[in-house]
């Protein structure tokens, strides 16, 4: 995802471009988040997926697990901004990228042909990572093929039910 928005965003070269277009980026990121966890709250309460596992609160397993963070604007905006680039995609945290990824887009944009082999690095690694995809893709029916009959060995047929209704609430979400 780094390499992707960096190159299309180097490539745009106009600066103003860059900008009005990175600010539609996290406008669609925000808007897409939000709407997804609404949809997602909206059905977990219609639907009732999920019963058992919010039963278990922060306080029954402890602070251990589940550090409480308060919620406030301030802790917001600093978690927009990485620490580091590596900390940021080794825990995958998609919005730290992404801004990243636009600073970095935008600076290569704003140097011009002196980025230019660093654009090139970037969007040769963006088609090797999509060619790996491409083979994780290929192969995945097998990995999931191998996952469900283990589930199957384990509890028997009957589980295929509760898969079947869970993709089912799953394409109706």
Known sequence: MFSTL???MAKMGD???VG???????LWFFSASIFSLLLGMLLVMCLSRGVPAYRITPNRL???HCPLIKPTLGNFVAHI???SII???ASNEI??????SMFFGIACASIGDLARPTVKLLDSLTHIMLKVTGYVMHYAPVAVFAAIASVIAQHGLG????????IGEFYLG
């Open 6 to 8: 960096v190159v299309g």
């Open 15 to 17: 600066i103003q471009t």
């Open 20 to 26: 009005r277009i990175g600010v539609k980026a996290l």
């Open 62 to 64: 402890g602070n251990r």
């Open 81 to 83: 901004f990485p620490k």
């Open 87 to 89: 900390e940021a995609m």
């Open 95 to 100: 919005l730290q990228i992404v801004v990243f």
């Open 159 to 166: 589980v295929l039910l509760s898969y079947g209704k869970f």
